[in-house]
């Protein structure tokens, strides 16, 4: 069973700053992209950057330069480093990545995080 847990949310003042983090665990072969997402309170969740296996990143204008997300792969684990955070950034963060398990015969699947809660006051 893959899970992907992640961590690091809470409540901050605006310009302050956060570290999100995203484990995966269970039986695991590899895995490939990683990304963040978010929803907002009445809002779709949209998404704010993306990793690859290699380390090649892009991110949502809204977050560009202030956010900064990277990964360890030995530790099957991503980053969001989030700077300059602004009341608009208030979300639950999700963890999403394409993870091949290392159960036999199983393919590579997308999977989702339970979210943190990432709250940012003005």
């Known amino acids: 069973q893959v899970q992907l847990v992640e961590s690091g949310g809470g409540l901050v003042q605006a310009g302050g700053s956060l570290r999100l983090s995203c484990t995966a665990s269970?039986?695991?072969?590899?895995?490939?992209?990683m990304g963040w997402y978010r929803q907002a309170p009445g809002k779709q969740r949209e998404w704010v950057a993306h990793?690859?296996?290699?380390?090649?990143?892009n991110y949502a204008d809204s977050v560009k330069g202030r956010f900064t997300i990277s990964r360890d792969n030995p530790k099957n684990t991503a980053y969001l480093q989030m700077h300059s955070l602004k009341p608009e950034d208030t979300a639950v963060y999700y963890c999403?990545?394409?993870?091949?398990?290392?159960?036999?015969?199983?393919?590579?699947?997308?999977?989702w995080g339970q979210g943190t809660q990432v709250t940012v006051s003005s």
């Open positions: 269970g039986s695991i072969f590899s895995i490939y992209a």
């Open positions: 990793i690859t296996r290699d380390g090649g990143t």
């Open positions: 999403n990545a394409d993870i091949t398990p290392s159960t036999a015969a199983l393919p590579t699947s997308n999977y």
